[in-house]
């Protein structure tokens, strides 16, 4: 079904804005599609909660923020909906509800593949193509705790960042072929190589010479992110802190008004994150599976102070036990964690190595390539490693 003026593939990208990851998942996919391919592919996004589910459900991408705020109830739902026999019930259950708006949204959507970048879109989209449908193609954004709705036997291939979300898949009666292992997509931006620093500093407006510590609550800045960040500026360090509020105004005004002690940089929603990274000396932040591939990429230290209960548990024992950084969910525990960080340069520069070597920046480029072939685009997939 080649878009019909062109006879060009079209590619149809399933996300939601339930957190920034899907999107910035799905936007690094297609960056990469049209950098090998060029204008010899067509891509679209569709957001399908948004444009497509009935009511409540369509207000999910703007609640989202709110229900984050609540993670012990976030958990125990993820938990009580996880596993194979849930995950059929969740989608027999809601099927009749959403019935048409799926079927709706496959018409409106002709497409040469659907790239599913949601778990909630997964099955529901699977049952509404039926028998006969054309590729479909699952992209995991969960680093290592990965629902049981983003694994559906019908799907072509499941594209998953980790060997451990992998061998989810496995445990889920995935066929082991249908599973590949190839990172978290990220940008061209944040795949690029790590620079200069005192140049990016210089242009930030940053400090040369002094520790700085970068601070990120994930695009809608959750997380008790003020509470660190005042604690780290009452502990006596010589620091420099960079402050993301992302889209919390509320946060950031509250960030401004404080008096600091240290040399503070208070931003709201940017747009250079990747260079953020590649001038900071470590990253404090929340278990997001984007933020720590981003750092992975920038060979940046990661301290995790809050997760998601349930959803993020994994990337926690991911970070730690890969050694690319710490679990700090107590702000005397960060204080301590970048103490010693600042005290034993030689042991941050191990956890400097390690981010190196467990890194993927050529995610997205690998996924670009797999999703060509399975549209003709290129003969074979080049060489994507599977275990």
């Excluded at 204008?39 to 569709?46: C, D, H, I, L, N």
């Excluded at 778990?119 to 995991?140: D, E, M, Q, R, W």
């Excluded at 061998?167 to 249908?178: C, D, G, S």
């Excluded at 601070?215 to 959750?222: E, F, N, Q, R, S």
Aim: proline share 6%.
């Amino acid at each position: 079904m080649s878009n019909l003026l062109t006879d060009r593939p079209h590619l149809t990208f399933l996300f939601s804005d339930t957190g920034g990851g899907h999107r910035a998942a799905s936007e690094a996919i297609i960056e990469s599609l049209h950098n090998e391919f060029g204008e010899a592919v067509v891509t679209e996004m569709v957001d399908f909660l948004k444009d497509y589910a009935p009511p409540p459900f369509n207000l999910l991408p703007e609640i989202y923020p709110d229900i984050m705020r609540a993670p012990e109830l976030w958990g125990a739902l993820f938990d009580l909906s996880d596993g194979r026999p849930q995950a059929r019930f969740v989608t027999s259950t809601f099927w009749p509800y959403v019935r048409r708006a799926i079927h709706r949204l496959v018409r409106d959507h002709h497409s040469d593949m659907l790239v599913c970048l949601h778990p909630l879109a997964n099955s529901f989209a699977l049952k509404a193509l039926g028998k006969v449908h054309p590729p479909f193609v699952t992209v995991v954004t969960d680093l290592v705790s990965t629902h049981a709705l983003w694994f559906d036997k019908r799907a072509d291939l499941i594209l998953v960042p980790t060997e451990q979300a992998r061998q989810n898949a496995i445990q889920y009666k995935m066929l082991p072929e249908k599973v590949r292992v190839v990172g978290q997509p990220t940008s061209r931006r944040c795949s690029a190589p790590i620079g200069d620093q005192s140049l990016l500093r210089e242009r930030l407006g940053w400090p040369q010479g002094k520790f700085t510590v970068l601070m990120v609550g994930g695009g809608d800045g959750m997380g008790p992110l003020a509470e660190m960040a005042r604690a780290i500026d009452e502990s006596g360090l010589d620091v420099s802190l960079v402050i993301v509020a992302g889209r919390n105004s509320k946060l950031e005004a509250e960030l401004r008004e404080r008096v600091w002690e240290n040399q503070v940089f208070i931003y709201g929603f940017i747009h250079d994150m990747p260079d953020f990274m590649r001038a900071a000396n470590v990253i404090v932040t929340k278990a997001g599976p984007g933020t720590i591939a981003e750092a992975l990429n920038a060979e940046l230290p990661i301290i995790l102070y809050a997760k998601l209960n349930g959803q993020e548990d994994g990337n926690v024992d991911f970070v730690v036990s890969e050694g690319v950084g710490v679990w700090a969910p107590e702000s005397q525990t960060v204080v301590r964690s970048l103490t010693r960080w600042i005290c034993r340069p030689d042991e941050r520069q191990k956890v400097v190595v390690n981010c190196r070597r467990t890194a993927r920046p050529d995610a997205s480029r690998q996924i670009a390539l797999i999703l060509g072939a399975q549209v003709g685009l290129t003969d074979q997939p080049r060489e994507v490693s599977t275990f």
